[in-house]
T-cell receptor, first 112, second 114 residues
Framework: RKEVEQDPGPFNVPEGATVAFNCTYSNSASQSFFWYRQDCRKEPKLLMSVYSSGNEDGRFTAQLNRASQYISLLIRDSKLSDSATYLC?????????????FGTGTLLAVQP | DGGITQSPKYLFRKEGQNVTLSCEQNLNHDAMYWYRQDPGQGLRLIYYSQIVNDFQKGDIAEGYSVSREKKESFPLTVTSAQKNPTAFYLCASIGSRGAGNTIYFGEGSWLTVV
């Protein structure tokens, strides 16, 4: 089983739609969680960190469920500019370890 | 401003040659990472380093080598043993362990075998 798993998509949605991505992780020692956005042929950019209490930034809401070991990202009122690959990232650290593991990414295509 | 600098951005390699990708950061970060990304794929971990003079293999270390002689530098060598090196390579770093850390990325290096 992969350490971090995502549905690769693609998710094809019309403008204005609400879309949700999930990401599961296998290591219960995982400590920090992030969603990154990656545009074609570019480096990933931080979208938001994910906390157990949930966090919201405009149209984006992220949630962490430690009991079920998954994180989610909800995008409301999708825009054409939201089209990109969304990567979940898990950072686990302990002892001598400080490891960053990426999911394979979920491709979102917002259609006009 | 602090950040990560990767070079070169584009690199062509002949079969059988070793090439080295540079990664330099001025963020005073301990942990640095190298990832490989193939078209339509996610990021796969090649090597990572927690501290100077120490590094660990990631999931796809075969055919690659690294060094960490200085805190700010973590070069990656793609050796001739790597049979399919054409890919996008990303270097990243993260600060001290703890929640809320931000991951910094270089702009990436495109390696093509000719």
């Amino acid at each position: 089983r992969k350490e971090v798993e995502q549905d690769p998509g693609p998710f094809n949605v019309p403008e204005g739609a609400t879309v949700a991505f999930n990401c599961t992780y296998s290591n219960s020692a995982s400590q920090s969680f992030f969603w990154y956005r990656q545009d074609c042929r570019k480096e990933p950019k931080l979208l938001m960190s994910v906390y157990s209490s949930g966090n919201e930034d405009g149209r984006f809401t992220a949630q962490l469920n430690r009991a079920s070991q998954y994180i989610s990202l909800l995008i409301r009122d999708s825009k054409l500019s939201d089209s990109a690959t969304y990567l979940c990232v898990v950072n686990y650290y302990g002892g001598a370890t400080n490891k960053l593991i990426f999911g394979t990414g979920t491709l979102l295509a917002v259609q006009p | 401003d602090g950040g990560i600098t990767q070079s070169p951005k584009y690199l062509f390699r002949k079969e059988g040659q070793n090439v080295t990708l540079s990664c330099e950061q001025n963020l005073n970060h301990d942990a640095m990472y190298w990832y490989r990304q193939d078209p339509g794929q996610g990021l796969r971990l090649i090597y990572y380093s927690q501290i100077v003079n120490d590094f660990q293999k990631g999931d796809i270390a075969e055919g690659y080598s690294v060094s960490r002689e200085k805190k700010e530098s973590f070069p990656l060598t793609v050796t001739s043993a790597q049979k399919n090196p054409t890919a996008f390579y990303l270097c990243a770093s993260i600060g001290s362990r703890g929640a809320g850390n931000t991951i910094y990325f270089g702009e990436g290096s495109w390696l093509t075998v000719v």
